[in-house]
């Protein structure tokens, strides 16, 4: 299947420091991407909708001057928590959309995920 | 709007019993269904997808889930489960690949020996 990556796994951060998130899609390109939230023990929810050389589009609640999103290629998308917070620290997923496994059918795949942790 | 409601917070189970985790959507329109099982401190791997065609859908690990249209139901199942299964399922919704995928709250499997 389609492989999504995410760089950094795990980053510990010191707070008032900025902290990038990269997303990849390996061996598809994705015409969208979507950045998602998880708090302990909840479930996701989606911050940002990313189209490849266009602005994000944020969801309701979240400060996109805080959550900076670059969709520069079709194959990466970052994700940058500026200023960062304890409040900030999360599992960051990303998920990219496109045609993948020889299919022209576009299918979400998802990645790894990021845990960040401020302190 | 779209929506999901996993009826279940918890679901405690003996091993080798079967075991269904409940899930219902909302939406105005045709919607594409998916089971994620998360593991903990992993990422999400899907289980199974219903795009269209026949309702009842088989997954990886022995896993099945029925869409029913009439009950906006999109019911998860296995007949036998293992150890191994303890975990989070997430069930979600979408318009399609390039739309947003929207979460239901999730629903902890536990597996007793």
């Known amino acids: 299947g389609a492989v999504v990556s995410q760089h950094p796994s795990r980053v510990i951060c010191k707070s008032g420091t900025s902290v990038k998130i990269e997303c990849r899609s390996l061996d598809f390109q994705a015409t969208t991407m979507f950045w998602y939230r998880q708090f302990p023990k909840k479930s996701l929810m989606l911050m940002a909708t990313s189209n490849e050389g266009s602005k994000a589009t944020y969801e309701q609640g979240v400060e996109k001057d805080k959550f900076l999103i670059n969709h520069a290629s079709l194959t990466l998308s970052t994700l940058t928590v500026t200023s960062a917070h304890p409040e900030d620290s999360s599992f960051y997923i990303c998920?990219?959309?496109?045609?993948?496994?020889?299919?022209?059918?576009?299918?979400?795949?998802f990645g790894p995920g990021t845990r960040l942790l401020v302190l | 709007a779209q929506s999901v409601t996993q009826l279940d917070s918890q679901v405690p189970v003996f091993e080798e019993a079967p075991v269904e985790l409940r899930c219902n959507y909302s939406s105005s329109v045709s919607v594409y269904l998916f089971w994620y099982v998360q593991y903990p401190n992993q990422g999400l791997q899907l289980l199974l997808k219903y795009l269209s065609g026949s309702t009842l859908v088989k997954g990886i690990n022995g896993f099945e889930a029925e869409f029913n249209k009439s009950q906006t139901s999109f019911h998860l199942r296995k007949p036998s489960v293992h150890i191994s299964d303890t975990a989070e399922y997430f069930c979600?919704?979408?318009?399609?690949?390039?739309?947003?995928?929207?979460f239901g709250a999730g629903t902890r499997l536990f597996v007793k020996a």
């Open positions: 998920s990219a959309s496109g045609p993948a496994g020889g299919t022209t059918i576009e299918t979400q795949y």
């Open positions: 979600a919704v979408s318009e399609g690949g390039g739309f947003k995928t929207i």
